[in-house]
């Protein structure tokens, strides 16, 4: 975590119904009460012990921290949830080294941060126009609407017809408005606004807000969010030699990855991407070797022209997989979050 997790506490829930992810970073703080987990400042990260929230059971919480110094008995923690943001106060029960085993708390207060709830994911969607039909891959999704990278620009205020793929036996229909609609700048980044002549044929983000969604299709785009949501995290930031190419290509290419979650990709390559295109991923993490199927969700450009070889960092949403796959996928991404946690002590 780079930093506190303060904002506007929205409410406090019964912590078995967070559903907190091992493998997650969790910052620890010295607590003198349970009611400590109701501010909405907290202490500042330099004073905090680095922990990784390593197990959750019904009736145990574990966490690995960066010091084997001992914890004291109450504990603040603030981590992250399938819901968003947490924070509570738990006791500890027992340290041993650098593990330390904590009773769950009593209740968690989970906090507004309106990115958690704009999921990145690639998901398939037929949007519906005058101009006819077009099938794209979202670049997020919320329950209020979603993003595209569309080939031409989409008038603002203007009514499109949805068609979104939620599993591949679940595909619901949504009426939305472009709210928003922006050129790719060169660095693969939104322009502020379109030159002349960009009009008719540039590729463009476009924003849309979906309107007169059913009950039934809310709570179905709510369990759809909450699935992906889950799969973001952990979240580990690493160098990991992958082996990707595009949909169609016969070569795969070296890359390096730089952030892995069992439901995305951060990877940097010598290739430029759009949102939308479809990429194979092959890659070994703890002694075993997982493929996925993908679609870059975004991409941006570093370096300069005239200096070193352009790199871009792209976002790539995995595909669901299948459960044993993604199982074990999720536990090799859990060990290397520990692992790192270990690399940081002292």
């Not at 947490?86 to 769950?104: E, H, L, M, W």
Request: net charge neutral; glycine share 8%.
């Amino acid at each position: 975590m780079s930093g506190p997790l303060a904002g506007r506490l929205v409410r406090k829930s019964a912590w078995d119904e967070t559903e907190l992810v091992e493998g997650t970073e969790a910052l620890l703080w010295a607590a003198d009460n349970e009611e400590m987990a109701s501010v909405e400042e907290l202490p500042g990260p330099a004073t905090a012990v680095q922990a990784v929230l390593s197990w959750v059971r019904p009736k145990v919480l574990r966490f690995e921290t960066v010091s084997p110094e001992p914890l004291p008995e109450l504990l603040l923690v603030s981590t992250l949830a399938v819901a968003g943001p947490v924070q509570f106060v738990s006791r500890k029960s027992y340290q041993v080294g650098n593990t330390a085993a904590c009773d769950p708390p009593r209740a968690v207060y989970l906090i507004e941060r309106r990115d958690l709830y704009r999921v990145p994911v690639a998901t398939r969607v037929v949007v519906g126009s005058p101009s006819g039909r077009l099938t794209l891959y979202s670049m997020d999704c919320s329950l209020g609407g979603l993003r595209i990278c569309h080939p031409r620009p989409l008038e603002v205020g203007a009514e499109v017809d949805l068609e979104v793929e939620l599993d591949p036996s679940t595909i619901v229909a949504i009426p939305a408005i472009v709210r928003h609609c922006r050129p790719i700048g060169p660095d693969g980044r939104a322009a502020t606004a379109f030159t002349s002549g960009e009009r008719s044929g540039c590729p463009s983000f476009a924003g849309l807000q979906f309107a007169q969604v059913t009950a039934d299709v809310e709570r179905q785009l709510s369990q759809f969010l909450g699935r992906h949501q889950r799969r973001l995290m952990p979240r580990v930031h690493a160098v990991v030699p992958i082996e990707y190419r595009s949909h169609g290509h016969s070569r795969f290419v070296e890359g390096v990855a730089r952030e892995l979650s069992p439901g995305d990709i951060v990877l940097v390559v010598y290739e430029r991407h759009v949102p939308g295109d479809r990429l194979e991923l092959k890659l070994h993490l703890r002694r075993q070797d997982f493929s996925f199927q993908g679609c870059a969700i975004t991409c941006s450009t570093t370096g300069e022209e005239e200096g070193p070889p352009l790199r871009h960092v792209v976002r790539a949403s995995i595909n669901e997989a299948g459960d044993a796959v993604e199982a074990q996928f999720r536990k090799a991404v859990r060990d290397l979050a520990i692992e790192r946690v270990g690399s940081r002590r002292s």
